[in-house]
């Protein structure tokens, strides 16, 4: 039974639960990532970690930059190796698999970081391998959301793994406020080995969630393929089978699949320039890199320090102010994407963003914020309001479109290699920005803020807008050579006089209402020869 509906189509609750679980990958990110920030600055840590000019005596205690970069950006490198691994991982044993597999790895990373006493290089090599389980599952997740979910809400379900990374972020910081006052490793012990929870929620639960019905058409998995789509629809099991728009849907990917396994894909295809697979690859891998140079890590990593240093008495405080505002506004992001589309948030949001940064920077730089109190107040509203433009834009949009832009043959690899490549650029963001800040203090934020309005002039002029579009028509989409970025918001496939007719026309499919002609080309492009035969128009 359909749990609500959406353009008058139905939404089962199979749907919403499966992306709910499938983002707990997000929230492990996120709590790994909001913790490091305050670990780092806990008298224990510091005691058996740090180098002290007085054994004994905290005050006398100090991180060499190198070593807490390591410490702080070893995640990232193991994410990175994570992410290229995702992809076969998750062809090969299935989307939910892969997720119990990966949450295994990040367990043991743990456990090697809780088992830490006196060696640093321990804890650091704790996080790269918790990195591995990270990085596979920034691949698998938003994958497997965006194969599973109605494209009805596509954007939102998919959306729920960036605000399960920001909730993951904010719950860290509470628990860390909260860790601060425990005696001794106890402090820092309990904000790490919670994280052991997470993972064992996801890997356990999402056995019982339906597996992608893309990745089972592609192994001739069909009968568990429509029971997929139909628990997905909140159509009865029972129905599957005979039901209209099981049977529609399912088509259309044998249809896609068929086509796209005609050719064997490999690493390489990624990088074919046939059928703007290059183009996506390096578009992907593009918009990822400018998500982590719109800055925002450069608060969460170190947040509790850059707080400290503008004369915050107790940055923790503040690092909860600060996550709680990313996590608030990724609700605002998630319906924004929806109802406004990819292309004009992430155009206005890199706007935005880099408004309140070059106030952030051109604040700090002008006065010592440590002895003036209003240029600290400045600082922190502006960093709040630069995180709400990220949260509501930026933040949910780039997970939203790896899960989109790539055709099925190639997907879990594209989106392995744009994956990737926000990993790199967090690990280099993560390890130089103490040595970047040593040398040009709060200077540092008129860079992100550059780099957010090339974010938004990359966006309109390379991406595509790929909302309300199945996976197979937005494949569809990039390859028709009539369509460009600016215009593709008036895309729509063959047989449709706009893409509102296309929704209007899915809407009386699902309605067992006659649907006009042309209206069923969708299914069949790939067999016809494919977009490339101008088989789609832009209007």
Request: glycine share 10%; hydrophobic share 50%; aromatic share 14%.
């Amino acid at each position: 039974m359909a749990l609500f509906y959406v353009d008058g189509l139905p939404i089962g609750w199979m749907a919403v639960m499966l992306a709910v679980l499938a983002s707990m990958g997000g929230f492990i990110f996120g709590y790994d990532t909001g913790q490091i920030s305050d670990i780092v600055l806990m008298e224990d840590f510091l005691l058996r970690f740090s180098t002290c000019g007085t054994p004994g005596d905290v005050n006398t205690c100090k991180f060499s930059t190198v070593r807490e970069g390591l410490i702080v950006a070893l995640l990232s490198i193991g994410t990175l190796v994570g992410a290229l691994l995702g992809a076969p991982t998750a062809d090969f044993l299935g989307r939910r698999y892969a997720m119990t597999v990966e949450c295994i790895v990040f367990m043991l990373g743990v456990i090697i970081q809780i088992t830490s006493f006196h060696s640093w290089v321990q804890f650091a090599i704790g996080r790269l391998v918790s990195g591995f389980g990270v990085g596979s599952l920034s691949a698998a997740v938003p994958m497997y959301q965006a194969e599973t979910a109605p494209p009805q809400i596509r954007g939102t379900l998919t959306a729920t793994y960036q605000l399960f990374i920001t909730f993951g972020i904010l719950v860290a910081y509470c628990i860390s406020i909260g860790a601060r006052y425990i005696s001794g490793s106890g402090s820092w012990r309990t904000v790490v080995g919670i994280g052991l929870l997470w993972p064992l929620i996801l890997g356990i639960g999402i056995l019982f969630m339906p597996e992608s019905p893309r990745w089972l058409t592609a192994h001739n998995r069909f009968p568990e393929a429509r029971r997929a789509i139909a628990v997905t629809r909140g159509i009865p099991e029972s129905e599957a089978d005979d039901h209209f728009f099981v049977h529609r849907e399912l088509e259309e990917m044998k249809s896609a699949i068929e086509f796209e396994s005609k050719v064997k894909a490999g690493w390489l295809d990624c990088f074919k320039p046939g059928r703007m697979q290059l183009y996506r690859t390096l578009l992907g891998m593009t918009l990822q890199m400018f998500q982590q140079l719109t800055g925002a890590n450069y608060f969460f990593y170190y947040g509790a320090t850059i707080f400290t240093s503008v004369g915050i008495s107790d940055s923790y405080v503040t690092q909860i102010i600060l996550g709680a505002v990313n996590f608030g506004c990724t609700f605002g992001g998630m319906y924004v994407m929806e109802r406004f589309g990819r292309r004009f948030p992430l155009i206005i949001g890199g706007v935005w963003q880099s408004i309140w940064l070059f106030v952030f920077a051109a604040a700090g730089t002008a006065k010592d914020p440590t002895k003036d109190e209003g240029i600290g107040k400045v600082m922190i509203v502006s960093a709040c309001l630069f995180i709400f433009g990220y949260a509501m834009t930026w933040a949910p949009g780039i997970w939203i479109l790896i899960g989109e832009t790539f055709p099925t043959r190639t997907r879990a690899r594209q989106a392995a290699l744009s994956t990737a490549s926000n990993w790199l650029w967090n690990f280099l963001l993560a390890f130089f920005t103490p040595f970047i800040v040593s040398a040009i203090g709060f200077q540092y934020g008129f860079i992100f803020a550059a780099c957010n309005l090339a974010g938004a002039v990359i966006v309109y002029f390379f991406l595509y807008e790929s909302s309300d579009l199945s996976l197979e028509s937005v494949d569809m989409m990039y390859c028709d050579p009539a369509c460009k970025p600016w215009t593709s918001r008036n895309w729509a496939p063959a047989g449709f006089s706009s893409r509102q007719d296309l929704i209007e026309q899915a809407r009386a499919a699902e309605m067992h209402k006659p649907l006009e002609a042309g209206a069923g080309e969708e299914t069949r492009f790939e067999k016809a020869g494919g977009p490339a035969d101008g088989g789609a128009r832009a209007v």
